[in-house]
C-alpha cells in the first residue's frame, strides 16, 4: 500500500501542528488573487458588448438590428447569436487550456501555471485594446480563455496545498474574493469609459485587463511552489524546508505531515495515467463531485446576472446610466458578502452555508420571477413602470445574488480543489475547471434566447435546479471543513451512501 487511500485508513481525527505565520498568509494571498482576470472579464464583456461604438465598429448589423427594432416586446430586444459569442467563445479556450494546463501544473509546478496564465492573458488583453479587425478580437478571446484555463487549474490547488489545513476554507475563498473584486473593478471601469469621448472607451475597457494580467505574472514568479509540487518533482529537502517555513514549527513537528505528504508524493507517481485512474470505483464520489459541483454552480444562473446585469436592468426599465450604476450595486453586494464565508466556512462548515445559500437563492429566484411576470406577463410588453418597483425588484436580485456569494461561488471552487488525493489531483482539477467554462459558455450563449422564449419562466428554470442542487448537497456531499487534504478519504468512507464505493484500504491505486 502507498496510497492516499491506505495511509489515511490508519489514522482518524490528526490534528498537524502549525501556525498562520506571515509567510503563508501572504503567500496565499498573493496567489489567490490569480482570480482577478477571471473576474475582470467576467464583468467587462457584459458592458463592452452594450456601448454603441463597440457594436457599431465590430458589430454594424447588431447594432443597426437594434436600433431599428422599435418593437416593445423587452424580452427578446437583445437576442443576437453573434453578440452571445463575444462573451462565450472565451469560456470555450478556457476549457481548452484546463487539460494542457494539467500536464504543466503536475510536471513543471503550480507556479509555472500561474506564470503563463498572466502572460497570456496579458498578450490576449493588448490584443483586445489595440484591436482593428474582428479576427484581432477572436485572436485576443482566445488567448484571454487560454490565460484564464491555466489560472484557474492551477490557483485553487495552490493554495488548498500551501494553507494550513484548519484555515483553509478561508484562505481558498480569497480566490473567490479576488474574481469578485475583479468583477467588480470591470463594472465601474465600464461605467467610466462609456463616456469618453471619441468612442473608444471600450479599447480601456478591454485594455484594463493588461493589469490584473501583469500584477498576476510578476507576483507568481516571486511566488515558491508548493511542498506538494516540489515532492511531485522529486525534490525532497526542498519540500520540506518549505513546509517549515510556511508551517512556522520545528523540524520535528513537520514530520508526521511531510511523511503523509511523502506517501502521497509516492502513491501518486505510481499512477502513470491519473486520467484512466480516475475512472476507478474507488474515485467514484470526487469523479461525480468534480462534475455535478461546478456544473451545478453555473445553473444557479450568476452568470445571467455578472454577464448581463446592464441588460437585464435595460430590460426592466432603467436608462444607460442607471443600468451599467445598478451592475455596479450588484457587483459590490457580490464582492461584500463573499466575506461572509471567509469568516464562516471553516466555523460553520461548508454544508451549512451549502444548504442556506441554495434556500435563499430559490426563494428569491422565485421572487424576481413573480415580479417579473406579474408586470411584463407574456407578451413582454410595458408602458409604464413605477420606481419603487425597480427598486424592490433590484433589492431582490442583490439577496438572491449575495446567496451565491457566501455559498456555491466560493464553495464551487473550495471544495473540488480539497477532497482529491494527490495522485488524481491536477487531473480532478481540470475536469472542475472544464466542466464549469463549458457551462458557463453554455449559460452565456443561450441566456439572451432562453429569456426570449421562456421568458420570466427563465428564473423559474433557475430556481428548479438550485431546489435540486439543494437537495444533492443535503444528501450526497459530506462535511470537509478541518479535516487535512490528506486524510480526507475518510469522509467518504463514513458516508452512508459513498461508503460502498471507498474500501477501508486500499492498495491500488
Ligand atoms: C463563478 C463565476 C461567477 C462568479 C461570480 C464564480 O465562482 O465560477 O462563474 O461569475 O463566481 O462572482
Known amino acids: 500500500m502507498a496510497g492516499g487511500f491506505g495511509i489515511e485508513s490508519s489514522k482518524k481525527g490528526v490534528e498537524y501542528p502549525g501556525k498562520v505565520t506571515s509567510y503563508v498568509l501572504v503567500t496565499c494571498i498573493v496567489a489567490a488573487m490569480g482570480g482577478l482576470i477571471f473576474g475582470y472579464d467576467i464583468g467587462i464583456s457584459g458592458g463592452v458588448t452594450s456601448m454603441a461604438p463597440f457594436l457599431i465598429k465590430f458589430f454594424p448589423s447588431v447594432y443597426h438590428k437594434e436600433a431599428l427594432d422599435k418593437s416593445t416586446n423587452q424580452y427578446c430586444k437583445f437576442d443576437n447569436f453573434y453578440l452571445t459569442m463575444f462573451t462565450s467563445s472565451l469560456y470555450l479556450a478556457a476549457l481548452v487550456a484546463s487539460f494542457f494546463a494539467s500536464w504543466v501544473t503536475r510536471k513543471l509546478g503550480r507556479k509555472v501555471s500561474m506564470m503563463l496564465g498572466g502572460l497570456i492573458f496579458f498578450a490576449g488583453a493588448a490584443i483586445n485594446a489595440f484591436a482593428l479587425a ?26 488548498s496545498e500551501m494553507a494550513p489545513y484548519k484555515h483553509r476554507g478561508s484562505l481558498n475563498i480569497v480566490f473567490q474574493l479576488s474574481i469578485t473584486i475583479g468583477i467588480f473593478v470591470a463594472n465601474l471601469v465600464n461605467y ?15 485594455g484594463g485587463a493588461m493589469v490584473p494580467a501583469a500584477f498576476i505574472f510578476f507576483s507568481a514568479l516571486c511566488l515558491p511552489n508548493t511542498p506538494n509540487s516540489m515532492l511531485e518533482r522529486g525534490d525532497k529537502e526542498k519540500a520540506r524546508a518549505m513546509l517549515r517555513r510556511i508551517r512556522g514549527v520545528s523540524d520535528k513537528e513537520i514530520e508526521a505531515e511531510f511523511n503523509d505528504l511523502l506517501a502521497a508524493s509516492e502513491a501518486s507517481k505510481l499512477v502513470k495515467h491519473p486520467w484512466r485512474n480516475l475512472r476507478k470505483r474507488h474515485y467514484r464520489p470526487h469523479l461525480v463531485m468534480a462534475v455535478l459541483i461546478p456544473f451545478f454552480q453555473q445553473l444557479t444562473g450568476i452568470n445571467v446576472v455578472m454577464f448581463y446585469a446592464p441588460v437585464l436592468f435595460k430590460t426592466i426599465g432603467f436608462g444607460d446610466n442607471a443600468s451599467l450604476g445598478s451592475a455596479v450595486i450588484t457587483g459590490i453586494v457580490n464582492m461584500m458578502s463573499t466575506f461572509v464565508s471567509i469568516y464562516g ?7 451549512f452555508l451549502f444548504l442556506e445559500g441554495g434556500i435563499q437563492m430559490f426563494i428569491f429566484q422565485g421572487l424576481v420571477a413573480g415580479f417579473i411576470g406579474w408586470k411584463f406577463g407574456l407578451t413582454g410588453q410595458v408602458t409604464d413602470l413605477p420606481k419603487w418597483y425597480a427598486i424592490i425588484l433590484v433589492v431582490f436580485i442583490c439577496v438572491y445574488v449575495s446567496a451565491f456569494a457566501w455559498s456555491w461561488g466560493p464553495l464551487g471552487w473550495l471544495v473540488p480543489s480539497e477532497i482529491f488525493p494527490l495522485e488524481i489531483r491536477s487531473a480532478g482539477q481540470s475536469i472542475v475547471a472544464s466542466v464549469n467554462m463549458f457551462m458557463t459558455f453554455l449559460v452565456a450563449q443561450l441566456f439572451l434566447s432562453m429569456l426570449c422564449h421562456l421568458k420570466f419562466g427563465l428564473f423559474i428554470f433557475f430556481a428548479f435546479f438550485v431546489g435540486i442542487m439543494t437537495v444533492y448537497i443535503h444528501l450526497f456531499l459530506p462535511e470537509t471543513k478541518n479535516i487535512p487534504i490528506e486524510e480526507m478519504s475518510r469522509v467518504w468512507r463514513e458516508h452512508w451512501f459513498w461508503k460502498h464505493y471507498v474500501p477501508e484500504v486500499t492498495t491500488d491505486v
Open 192 to 206: 467610466f469609459t462609456q463616456n469618453i469621448k471619441g468612442g473608444e472607451g471600450w479599447r480601456y475597457s478591454l
Open 134 to 159: 474582428i479576427w484581432m478580437l477572436i485572436v485576443g478571446r482566445i488567448l484571454l480563455g487560454l490565460g484564464v484555463g491555466f489560472s484557474i487549474q492551477s490557483v485553487p490547488l495552490y493554495v
Open 345 to 351: 466556512t471553516d466555523k460553520w462548515g461548508r454544508r
